[in-house]
C-alpha cells in the first residue's frame, strides 16, 4: 500500500487513482496523520501531494517530524517537493508563476526517471520553486525556468518533483510514479476488483442482523446492494421507492433487474400518488426538492418500522464522498449526507453499512462489470435524486410527466441511435408552462413547447451545450411533435453553465 499525505492539491485524489490503475492500493490521508496512525497503515511508500501552500509561510501546513524517522520511499510532488527541500536543509523561494506544460530535461535516468528519455512534456502548476536543493540530494531533471524540477537522494530513497506526474498533460506521468511505486517502494500489485469482491463479501458475511438498503436503480446503490446480497443472501432487505419522477418505464426495468437478474429480496414502494398530491400547486424548485426529501424519508421510516427490525442501513458512499481533508478544508473527515436516505429517524438505530467507501467511481463500474450489472445500467447518464421535478419547470403535473417521458425517451433513442450517447453527460428533454401555437393537420393547435437539453462536462461543475448536428436536432424535433400528444414547438437550450446550470429547477 501507497500512504498519499494531502496537502490541499486539486489533484490529491487523483494520485491515489492513477496508483491503483496498475493495481496497487493507494489511500489518501490527512497531512497531519500521526505516525503512529501512519504506522498501522503498514505504508511502502509515503507520497507528499501538492498544496496551495508556501513552505516558508509560518502557518505553513507541514507533516509530523517523525514521519521522517521512519526511513521509508519518500515521494514529494509540487508543494510536497518543496517541503522536502526545506525540510533537508536546501532553500525554497518565491519564483514566477509556471502553469500549465514545460519541457523537462532529464538529467539523471536512473531509479524514478528511468525508462523516460531524454526530455518529456510535464504539467506545472506553482509559484515557488526550489533555489538551493539540499546536501546530499541530486538534480535528475530541469526545466528552462526550474533547476531543481526533479531531485533524488537515491540512498535514502527520497525524491522530489515540481511537477504533476498524476495529470494526463504530463506525457510519462503514470512511468514515473510506476518507477516510484514499484522500483522504488517494491509495492506489490495485487489491488483488483475480484480481490476487493473477495474481502468485501468475506468482512460482510460476518455482521449479524438485517440490512435495509435503498436502491435507485443508479450504479452506486446497485454494487453497493449486490455486495451485500452475495455476503448474506435475504438477510439483504432492498427498497426502491417509486415516487412517479423517473424515466419512462423505469420502474419496471429497475424491478426485473433486481428480482429477475439477481434475485434479490426487492420491494418496490409505490409513492407515486403521496409524492404528486405533495407536490399539487408547488412551483418553487427549492420548496420541490424539500417536499421530494421529507417525503423519501417518510417512505423509508414506514418500511424500517413495517418490514424491521434491520440493525444496518447500506449506502453506496464512494471513497470521494468520505474524504475530505487537506489545509482548504481543514483536516477532519467530513462525511457528506447521502442524497435521499441522509436523516432517517435516530429511534430507528440504523448502523451505516458503506461497502463502497474505500472505491473511485471507475473501481465501482469495473465490480459492477464483474457483478454482472447490465452494461445499460452503467453507461446511462447521470440522474438527479429528485427526478424529473428538477426538469419540469413549475409545478409537477400528470400531464407535464407524461410529456417529459415521452419527449425524453426520444431524446435518448436518437442520441442512441446516432452514437452521441456516450459523448454527452446528460441528454433529456422537458417542459414547463409555456404554450405556443402550432398548425396540426389543417388545424390551429396551441400545445406545450418541449426544451431539449444536451450537455457537455467533465464532472457537472462546469457544462456547455453541445452542438448536435442540425439533422439529428431536426430529427428529435420532428418525432417528438408527430408522436408526444400536444406539443407545437421544440427548443434546444444553447446555455451553458455558468451561468445556467443542467437542470432548470
Ligand atoms: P446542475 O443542474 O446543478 O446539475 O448543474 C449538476 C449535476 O448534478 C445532478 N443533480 C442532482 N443529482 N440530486 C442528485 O442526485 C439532486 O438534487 C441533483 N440536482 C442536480 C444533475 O443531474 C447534473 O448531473
Known amino acids: 500500500k501507497i500512504v498519499v499525505l494531502d496537502f490541499g492539491s486539486q489533484y490529491s485524489h487523483l494520485i491515489c487513482r492513477r496508483i491503483r490503475?496498475?493495481?496497487?492500493?493507494?489511500?489518501?490521508?490527512?497531512?497531519?496523520?500521526?505516525?503512529?496512525?501512519?504506522?498501522?497503515?503498514?505504508?511502502?511508500?509515503?507520497?507528499?501531494?501538492?498544496?496551495?501552500?508556501?513552505?516558508?509561510?509560518?502557518?505553513?501546513?507541514?507533516?509530523?517530524?517523525?514521519?521522517?524517522?521512519?526511513?521509508?520511499?519518500?515521494?514529494?510532488i509540487c508543494y510536497g517537493h518543496q517541503l522536502i527541500v526545506n525540510k533537508f536543509g536546501g532553500k525554497v523561494k518565491r519564483a514566477n508563476k509556471e502553469y500549465g506544460s514545460s519541457l523537462l530535461t532529464i538529467d539523471n535516468d536512473?531509479?524514478?526517471?528511468?525508462?523516460?528519455?531524454?526530455?518529456?512534456?510535464?504539467?506545472?502548476?506553482?509559484?515557488?520553486?526550489?533555489e538551493q536543493i539540499p546536501p546530499g540530494f541530486k538534480?535528475?531533471?530541469h526545466t528552462e525556468s526550474a533547476k531543481a524540477a526533479a531531485i533524488a537522494s537515491d540512498e535514502r530513497s527520497i525524491y522530489g518533483i515540481q511537477f504533476h506526474p498524476e495529470v494526463v498533460h504530463t506525457e510519462q506521468g503514470t512511468e514515473i510514479l510506476k518507477n516510484f511505486v514499484l522500483k522504488v517502494c517494491r509495492a506489490k500489485q495485487d489491488w483488483t476488483m475480484e480481490g476487493f469482491i473477495d474481502s468485501?463479501?468475506?468482512?460482510?458475511?460476518?455482521?449479524?442482523?438485517?440490512?435495509?438498503?435503498?436502491?435507485?436503480?443508479?450504479?452506486d446503490s446497485t454494487v453497493a446492494a449486490l455486495l451485500i446480497h452475495k455476503a448474506i443472501g435475504n438477510r439483504l432487505k432492498c427498497v426502491f421507492v417509486n415516487n412517479g419522477l423517473l424515466r419512462l418505464n423505469e420502474e419496471i426495468e429497475i424491478k426485473e433487474m433486481f428480482e429477475?437478474?439477481?434475485?434479490?429480496?426487492?420491494?418496490?414502494?409505490?409513492?407515486?400518488?403521496?409524492?404528486?398530491?405533495?407536490?399539487?400547486?408547488?412551483?418553487?424548485?427549492?420548496?420541490?426538492?424539500?417536499i421530494i426529501g421529507e417525503e423519501f424519508i417518510n417512505v423509508f421510516t414506514d418500511f424500517a418500522k413495517n418490514k424491521g427490525p434491520f440493525k444496518w442501513l447500506a449506502q453506496g458512499t464512494l471513497y470521494p464522498d468520505v474524504i475530505e481533508s487537506g489545509v482548504s478544508k481543514g483536516p477532519a473527515a467530513v462525511i457528506k449526507s447521502h442524497h435521499n436516505v441522509g436523516g432517517l429517524p435516530d429511534w430507528l438505530d440504523l448502523e451505516i453499512l458503506e461497502p463502497l467507501r474505500e472505491l473511485y467511481k471507475d473501481e465501482v463500474r469495473k465490480i459492477a462489470k464483474i457483478l454482472g450489472v447490465p452494461e445499460k445500467l452503467f453507461m446511462r447518464h447521470p440522474f438527479p435524486g429528485p427526478g424529473l421535478a428538477v426538469r419540469i419547470i413549475g409545478e409537477v403535473t400528470p400531464k407535464k410527466l407524461q410529456i417529459s417521458k415521452v419527449a425524453s425517451k426520444i431524446v435518448e433513442d436518437e442520441l442512441i441511435a446516432s452514437g452521441f450517447y456516450g459523448k454527452v453527460w446528460q441528454a433529456y428533454a422537458a417542459v414547463g408552462d409555456d404554450k405556443a401555437v402550432g398548425v396540426v393537420g389543417?388545424?390551429?393547435?396551441?400545445?406545450?413547447?418541449?426544451?431539449?437539453?444536451?450537455?457537455?462536462?467533465?464532472?457537472?461543475?462546469?457544462?456547455?451545450?453541445t452542438r448536435l448536428p442540425h439533422e439529428l436536432l431536426e430529427k428529435i424535433s420532428n418525432r417528438i411533435t408527430n408522436?408526444?400528444?400536444d406539443v407545437t414547438w421544440v427548443t434546444y437550450a444553447i446555455s451553458s453553465k455558468p451561468p445556467a446550470t443542467i437542470e432548470p429547477q
Not at 115 to 130: K, L, N, P, T
Not at 201 to 217: M, R, T
Open 21 to 76: 490503475e496498475f493495481s496497487v492500493y493507494a489511500e489518501l490521508v490527512p497531512f497531519d496523520i500521526s505516525h503512529e496512525e501512519l504506522q498501522k497503515h503498514n505504508p511502502k511508500g509515503i507520497i507528499f501531494s501538492g498544496g496551495p501552500s508556501s513552505v516558508y509561510n509560518s502557518d505553513a501546513p507541514v507533516p509530523e517530524n517523525k514521519i521522517f524517522d521512519m526511513n521509508l520511499p519518500l515521494l514529494g
Open 110 to 130: 536512473k531509479n524514478l526517471l528511468s525508462g523516460i528519455g531524454g526530455s518529456v512534456r510535464a504539467w506545472m502548476s506553482h509559484g515557488d520553486e526550489a
Open 139 to 141: 538534480v535528475i531533471g
Open 200 to 219: 468485501a463479501v468475506n468482512k460482510i458475511s460476518k455482521i449479524e442482523g438485517d440490512v435495509l438498503c435503498g436502491v435507485s436503480g443508479g450504479i
Open 260 to 290: 429477475k437478474n439477481f434475485n434479490v429480496n426487492f420491494t418496490m414502494v409505490d409513492a407515486v400518488q403521496d409524492f404528486l398530491s405533495k407536490l399539487k400547486g408547488i412551483e418553487d424548485p427549492e420548496r420541490k426538492r424539500k
Open 442 to 465: 389543417d388545424e390551429r393547435k396551441y400545445g406545450n413547447i418541449v426544451m431539449i437539453r444536451v450537455v457537455d462536462s467533465i464532472d457537472a461543475m462546469t457544462a456547455d451545450w
Open 483 to 485: 408522436e408526444v400528444e
